[in-house]
């Protein structure tokens, strides 16, 4: 590596002296390599893959193309519109630096304009015990008046041109997270979210890219990435002449052209990559390893309770009555913690429906007349945690807030407000710090008055669709997008400062927020608003490729559902929900005794199974949206001493052929007994029970698992001989 001066010259008489730092860059993990050559002109990925000895095959891709210096093959993932009207960006590398940071080596390249004040650092965050590297920009405008930030990209990777396809993750409310699969062919694929408040809801902010032809779960080189931003997002895949894939991750730069004043710095979202050669399973538990240790809250190496959420079963009908019913009944069936949803709160306008009140988080003494603190002391006589449901970032129009503060609500003065659910809900305006401090301040009255509450759940049911601040000036309504996220972690960050130990889970309609943007604030977020134990397999297994079980809320619902209106067996919904953080969701008033007593066989025999459904290292086995009948998947601890088998029966045919289900992750030399778990009201276990088969059968021979009838299913633990 080397220094090279470089002359640039503003007007015709003053040079400006740059110094050019040359060189190569290795960033490093366990398993993988990224690697990056600073030339005098531009900074270059050379390659990014498995850790190999010698030389490897160089790509020539920039590693942050920037506009009006490339060509255009080469899209931009960074462009300027400097003070003085200029759209151009010429980056040199004038400085590299590498340094320790926690469990990661963290890389900062720094790069100068040739012409104006403006630098740009690129970091490289890459983890020392996971195959994971983060990358993020920070933008610093040194000129003497503001600059527009017209696109913004978090980081791009490049590579070769080949039979590559791309999975990403597409569905709506009720039915998120669906894999769609296609081969990467020539031409530009833009994957973007515009919901303004939610991103996740139609396609999430995540891909991944198979290099070795269609998707496999476990098997193929595969690469997975995730941008860890929760508002609007763009995913660009650019397959152009010159024999190579450039994929760019980064903030939708759509009515978001951000301004930046002078002496300020820009902060990009991190963007998490990794590679595998163990397939799409092989990406996610790379990723489920970094979400507990480093991409969660401190909690994420932890297990969550068993709980009761009151929203199906009783909806806005909330008494007093009822919910000491609902408490006496999770604590009869075993479980853990009580969740009290919307339609608590509201004195001048009650909460008995979704077009009133949001905002006015004061008790309904109608509803509760001996307040909340009677309800904390009901749980914790029947020895159980007492949690919450609020949604602090949103207001009605019939509510008390609305009526003192309206100009907290995002809007344009002068035009229509257009109002969301329920004909009258509006979003507060995070951008405000006024409305960040009424927003802790929410979490931070509950939690003063009732230190008991061990949970919130934090919901988000609104798109943003009135675009304007009252708060921003004039020049600024295009920063409102970002702001508001940026508003929005403020004060998460301020809740978490305070309440580090107080269980948060991020929930938006479903799974609206289920991103690395947010995640680090909270514990665990709601997969989806649709308990259809089927369809929730679906969801579910989508869900996974990114996220960790100890994050996914997957719950117990009542049948016939309603909004399937499908009947399915009690123990197919309790071995669905068990495979991820169990809870339920109905009204246990309604159960049937076989039902009772199902749920309450299910929580007793997840409390032993749980550290190693939410802590193990997942195996998806047989996909749903494979066709053939089941799906079925399976997690191992590290020691490969202790496994569960879930298998689901999709469908039931006459002559059915169901598919031998071949085990991953375990030790081929070691003997594992198989017992069978949550074992059916009445029913004796199947013929594999007490079985003994080394690692080796159960890998490459595989299992007949029985499934008799409609919606069958089975749970089995795997213990290794001692």
Not at 393 to 401: G, H, I, P, W
Not at 672 to 685: A, R, S
Request: net charge negative; hydrophobic share 35%.
């Amino acid at each position: 590596m080397r220094n090279k001066l470089l002359f640039t010259f503003v007007g015709l008489i003053f040079p400006v002296v740059l110094l050019a730092w040359e060189g190569n860059i290795a960033i490093t993990t366990p398993n993988t390599q990224l690697l990056l050559k600073a030339t005098a002109n531009n900074l270059l990925q050379t390659y990014y893959g498995p850790r190999v000895e010698g030389q490897v095959p160089e790509l020539q891709a920039a590693a942050l193309p920037t506009f009006g210096t490339v060509d255009m093959i080469e899209l931009p993932a960074l462009q300027v519109l400097h003070a003085s009207g200029d759209l151009n960006l010429e980056l040199m590398v004038s400085n590299y630096t590498s340094a320790p940071d926690g469990h990661a080596t963290l890389h900062t390249i720094t790069l100068k304009d040739k012409l104006q004040p403006v630098t740009v650092i690129i970091f490289y965050k890459a983890y020392q015990t996971i195959d994971l590297i983060e990358t993020w920009t920070e933008i610093f405008n040194g000129e003497k008046k503001s600059i527009q930030l017209k696109r913004f990209d978090s980081g791009t990777l490049a590579l070769p041109r080949g039979n590559v396809w791309t999975t990403h993750l597409h569905g709506n409310w009720a039915a998120e997270a669906v894999p769609t699969q296609e081969p990467l062919t020539p031409g530009l694929k833009v994957i973007r979210n515009t919901d303004g408040a939610r991103n996740a809801h139609c396609d999430a902010p995540s891909l991944m890219l198979s290099l070795d032809g269609k998707p496999q779960e476990n098997t193929g080189r595969t690469i997975g990435m995730t941008l860890c931003w929760s508002g609007n997002y763009e995913l660009r895949l650019n397959t152009a002449n010159n024999q190579r894939h450039q994929i760019y991750a980064g903030i939708d730069p759509q009515s978001s052209e951000y301004i930046l004043d002078s002496g300020k710095t820009f902060e990009t979202p991190h963007l998490a990559f990794a590679y595998s050669k163990e397939g799409m399973s092989g990406v996610s538990r790379i990723f489920h390893r970094w979400a507990r240790q480093e991409g969660m809250l401190h909690s994420g190496m932890t297990t969550r309770d068993i709980l009761l959420n009151s929203w199906e079963g009783i909806y806005f009908s909330i008494t007093e009555e009822r919910i000491i019913n609902m408490i006496d009944d999770i604590s009869g069936m075993g479980g853990e913690l009580f969740v009290m949803d919307d339609g608590w709160f509201g004195t001048k306008y009650q909460r008995n429906s979704d077009d009133a009140a949001l905002g006015d988080w004061e008790v309904d003494r109608k509803k509760i007349p001996n307040g909340i603190g009677a309800l904390t002391r009901a749980a914790a006589e029947r020895n159980i945690k007492f949690g919450i449901w609020i949604e602090p970032e949103a207001t009605n129009t019939r509510s008390e807030l609305f009526e003192k503060h309206p100009e907290w609500v995002m809007q344009t003065k002068g035009r229509e407000l257009k109002l969301g659910r329920g004909g009258t809900q509006v979003m507060l305006d995070m951008s405000n710090p006024q409305v960040q401090d009424f927003v802790f301040g929410v979490v931070d009255r509950l939690l003063t008055a009732y230190p008991e509450i061990a949970y919130i759940k934090w919901d988000a049911n609104a798109s943003i669709q009135n675009y304007g601040s009252t708060y921003l000036p004039a020049n600024k309504q295009q920063n409102l997008y970002v702001d508001y996220h940026l508003g929005l972690v403020k004060t998460l960050q301020r809740i978490r400062a305070k309440y580090p130990n107080v269980v948060i889970q991020d929930c938006a309609s479903g799974g609206g927020r289920a991103n690395y943007g947010l995640l680090p604030y909270f514990d665990e977020f709601w997969v989806s608003d649709n308990n259809d134990a089927l369809q929730r397999i679906y969801i579910q297994w989508g869900t996974s490729y990114f996220f960790p079980s100890n994050a996914m809320a997957q719950h117990i619902g009542g049948s016939p559902y309603h909004m399937t209106h499908r009947s399915l067996p009690i123990k197919f919904r309790c071995d669905v929900a068990m495979s991820g953080r169990l809870g339920m969701e109905l009204q246990p008033r309604d159960m049937t005794d076989e039902e009772r007593q199902q749920c309450t066989t299910a929580i007793s025999d997840y409390k032993t199974l749980r550290p190693l459904i939410q802590l193990g290292n997942l195996y998806r086995l047989v996909s749903p949206y494979e066709k053939q009948g089941l799906a079925a998947l399976m997690y191992v601890d590290d020691n490969q001493s202790d496994a569960v088998l879930f298998v689901y029966k999709l469908e039931n045919m006459m002559n059915q052929t169901l598919p031998r289900i071949c085990l991953s992750g375990l030790d081929a030399g070691k003997t594992y007994i198989v017992v069978e778990k949550n074992l059916q009201v009445g029913k004796e276990p199947c013929a594999l029970n007490g079985k003994k088969y080394t690692g080796a059968t159960l890998m490459e021979v595989g299992l007949d698992i029985p499934l008799e009838g409609d919606y069958a299913s089975r749970i089995f633990e795997l213990k290794a001989e001692n």
